[in-house]
């Protein structure tokens, strides 16, 4: 076993102890804390002097012991440690709260470097408990100091030096992936040198050095296991060439509404791919309600009529469900047989619907992962559909593919994603975009207030109800203190059905239940059982209940706006005044900014950019759900001109050496395997 694959327990200043603490934060080997990258650096270079500092500011200073140190004690169990020091052009204290200890370590006349806040009052200037060293020996002063995200019992001092004494004792272990003439072309520095400026910069050249070649390295392998995806998941010549003749018309005619100028765009789009012989592989992008399903419609429309079946996968049954019911009501007439397969189906049911699929007597089947089973045989499958395509993984999206020869495939997401960044998450496939929602659709009113109002919220929500309304009330659910939340929600819906709402019927939903039970609460609420639904964010992606008005969230500011506009989607769905309120418990100025860009825009496409900006890709795009690895330090938004350069080398060596059968390109394969291990590997390297 390689060193960096050892526990990191073995790292001095480690031990098996601090090693659990770090487990937390996803860092189990050696080579995972060398690669957690500070969060942000503190620049402790330049100095000031004590004359100059400003209240509240935090300065470095080199100083001289001016006194013996003093303790007071104003109230049990508090003591204050002031140890009097001076510059040229002033005198000062410094200050800790309960550390008589370091009284010892301070002699009149030493010369000191000390960084800290400083605290002006109208008697004295104070450094509130500063770090110090002496002058000139040492790093915690006069340099640029790595800040790191920890856990409960582990501080950003003991995570410096755990990391400093992994690398002293490791960095030879980091093996170069690129080749020389990779690294000269892009001038990257090497990765020891990236490694170890990255946590301990000499100063911000160094820093942009190590940063540079550190997310192209990173952009790199993403995007040479997407272009390798793409290759061998979605670019086939051999595909369905669907009859050009099929006057899709026929259906369109018997809408009962007109066709955006975008769902025509995108329909185009999608036939020339189904014309063409080539293999389709297209994700249809677009807002909650900007009408994808239709056009999902028009290409199953297309591929019946041209002698095809067609199957559509949906991450829930109730989803499914309600694609079904959409399905056989827009097909109703036209001679295209639809059956709906879940996982809640009797046995009979199961095998006659399985035995009609495999002897061509379905047309259309609508479905959950029951659809991708070993036992689900097509007859002559021409069109694959998965909804919510971020529920699914490249896997399922294959297993379902192969249920035909070639069929075309068409993905769809309500998650708004700037168009060059879905470029990048979704490599493997062609890309439509729906950017404008049918007319006359109401647009959900948006407020967001503070918990003062919370009794004036329940009033309306009360007031909506007794008019025939139903509403959602949303509750954060955040990993890190899983159980906790979950209370909160569960405490949340007790007070509600036995104090607030107990005139209502409220029922509770969250992520915990089993599907059964997630679909049987959904299907209540849907047929009005239910008048005020408590969930977590499993709504997010859901049925269609037009009656539901209202959508109350509390801890907004807990949530990204791209989700806070999924959730508010879940309303306005039919002829009533919808409204969206905003539970904001944070004071803090750039959460009221979040919010107004909720309450200004309804356009999904705005309000994704924004949370780009202010939350960064990595949380935002969600990679894990796509089987990709998190990027631990590129940033879509702000390195689009690294992008650019790795997309374009990647095509380059992709084009000589689609299988990277070089040997030079080894150490690169091994890192792409080690990423990928257990998400994708099987797709790109089999």
Known sequence: MDRLSASVQYVKGVGPKRASRLKKLGIVTIEDLLYYFPRTYEDRTKYSKIRDCADGEKVSLNVVIAGSPSILRPRRKLSILKVPVKDSTGAAYLVWFNQDYLADNFSEGEEISVNGKIKRNNFETQIISPVYEKRNKGNKVGSIVPIYSVTDKLSVNEMNIMIANALKEYIDEIEEIFPDDLLKSFNLISIKDAIKNIHFPQNRETFMAARRRLVFEELFILQLCLFIIKKKFGLKDDGISFDKDVNINEFTENLPFKLTKAQEKVFEEIQRDMESKRQMNRLIQGDVGSGKTVVALMAIYKAVKSGYQATMMAP??????????????????????????????????????????QSDDIDVLIGTHAVIQDNVKFNKLGLVITDEQHRFGVKQRKLLSEKGLNPDTIVMTATPIPRTLALILYGDLDISIIDELPPGRKKVETYAVGVSYIKRVNEFIKKQVRGGRQAYIVCPLIEESEELNLKSVEELYEKFKNETFKEFSVGLLHGRMKSSEKDEIMENFKSHNIDILVSTTVIEVGVNIPNANIMVIYNAERFGLSQLHQLRGRVGRGEYQSYCILINESGSKISRERMKILQSTTNGFIISEKDLELRGPGEFLGLKQHGLPDLKIANLFTDMDILREVQKRVMEILTKDPELKDEKYKKIKERMKKMFKGKIDEIIFN
């Open 316 to 357: 829930t049954e109730i989803l499914a469900n309600q694609h079904y019911e959409s399905v056989c009501k827009f097909f109703d007439g036209m001679g295209i047989k639809c059956e709906l397969l879940t996982g809640s189906l009797s046995v009979k049911a199961k095998k006659r619907i399985l035995d009609e699929l």
